[in-house]
């Protein structure tokens, strides 16, 4: 064990007689930044330039400490350096030597630093928020005077207020992800690396479409997939359908009717009540986001009417008038019973099964007309 100055000895390798030491200065130690497991100090450059590095001593504070005095534990020739041989909640001193061609200068006097696990916390870690205006909470040792906040890693323009356990910080405006930085500063004059929590900014909700598959009239028991598109993921959607249900939640998770998961469009299939009945409803979407941003409602661009089919009726004949008169074929049919009983439409094909897509050549309306004469016909023709 060698002396580096009279009230502290160090220990290390120093090739000349301490009491003989380079008349070099002690270098002008600037920062000691502190995290877990680690101590970086900084120092300015040296005047003298024939300084060619810095050695760097450390001892623990312990109650034998002034026993064990500095250890030599590292040696450079940038201007800083980091200690990682180092433990969270535990007392060290520094001191730093300049040198010159392998010998030491005079040492700087002890500064102390303790390592500590340091946090920074956003809004209770909550992912989102609605309000540009956050609250940060803060873990780590006590001692703590004050500390930076910055959106920027290198705290551009930050400036030092005072500390406490929990404080406010306003977001950039503009919605997005958010990254908060927070330095903190100790009174011992130490001060902590960089330490941060993100957040989302989600000011609003906006509903982009709301749509249903298939026709506009369906019947009951049919199934009927509803979408309301928003754009995000996350959020509670609802679509209503008047006088027929309301605020039936649809999802984004690729399940029960939704076609793709996490595409920001939620969906459901829903099967229409039995014997439900509506006419020209309005099918209208809501959403409120993860944040809480409630969208304004939203119609679909076209009405659900919900009725249930009419009874069929039997086609009694369909009879060829024979010539001289005029081509012309005369239908016959039953009765129907329906209540509600709108109109009889008579289609026409050249195919055995005659379907909605054929053309539509007659309407009766009266209940009890159960005939029609249809002269838009050919000779020769089935």
């Known amino acids: 064990m060698v002396a580096c100055s009279s009230e502290d000895p160090i220990t290390g390798t120093n090739p000349i007689d301490p009491a003989n030491r380079l008349d070099i200065t002690a270098p002008e130690l600037t920062t000691v930044t502190v995290g877990s497991n680690r101590v970086q100090l900084e120092w300015e450059r040296h005047a003298d330039t024939s300084v060619d590095g810095t050695v760097i001593f450390r001892r623990e504070v312990t109650p034998d400490a002034e026993e064990e005095g500095f250890k030599k534990v590292g040696e450079t020739d940038a201007l800083s350096y980091l200690d990682v041989q180092v433990r969270d909640n ?87 992800d958010k990254t908060v930085y927070a330095r903190l500063r100790f009174t011992d004059g130490t001060q902590s690396f960089p330490v941060f929590d993100s957040i989302r900014l989600d000011t609003r909700a906006i509903i982009a479409a709301v749509s249903f598959d298939g026709s506009d009239v ?29 605020n039936v939640p649809v999802f984004d998770d690729g399940n029960g009717g939704d ?12 099967l229409l009540p039995a014997g439900s009945s509506v006419t020209a ?33 039997t086609l009694l004949s369909a009879t060829s008038v024979p010539p001289p008169d005029n ?31 054929d053309k539509l050549v007659g309407t009766v309306t009266n209940r009890n007309t159960l005939e029609f004469r249809d002269t838009e016909v050919a000779e020769g023709v089935t």
């Open 90 to 176: 535990r007392q060290y001193e520094y001191k730093i030597a300049a040198t010159r061609g392998g010998f030491y200068g005079q040492d700087t006097t002890a500064i102390e630093a303790r390592p500590g696990f340091f946090t920074a916390v956003i809004n209770n870690q909550n992912p989102f928020t609605n309000q540009p205006s956050v609250t940060l909470t803060f873990g780590g040792l006590p001692g703590t005077e004050a500390v930076q906040l910055s959106e920027s890693p290198d705290f551009t323009a930050a400036t030092w207020r005072a500390f406490a356990s929990s404080v406010n910080f306003t977001l950039s405006s503009g919605d997005g």
């Open 259 to 270: 076609a793709v998961a996490g595409d920001g469009i939620h969906s459901r299939s829903v």
């Open 327 to 357: 081509a012309a074929v005369l239908i016959t049919w039953s009765q129907s019973t329906d209540g509600d009983f709108a109109a009889y439409r008579i289609l026409r094909g050249t195919s055995p099964t005659v379907g909605a897509s």
């Open 218 to 246: 369906r019947a009951p028991g049919e199934t009927v997939r509803f979408s309301v598109d928003v754009g995000e993921t996350d959020g509670t959607a609802t679509v209503s359908v008047a006088g027929l249900f309301s």
């Open 281 to 313: 409803a309005r099918v209208t979407g809501n959403y409120t986001d993860a944040a809480g941003n409630r969208a304004s409602a939203l119609d679909a661009p076209r009405t659900l009417t919900v009725r249930r089919a009419p009874d069929g009726v």
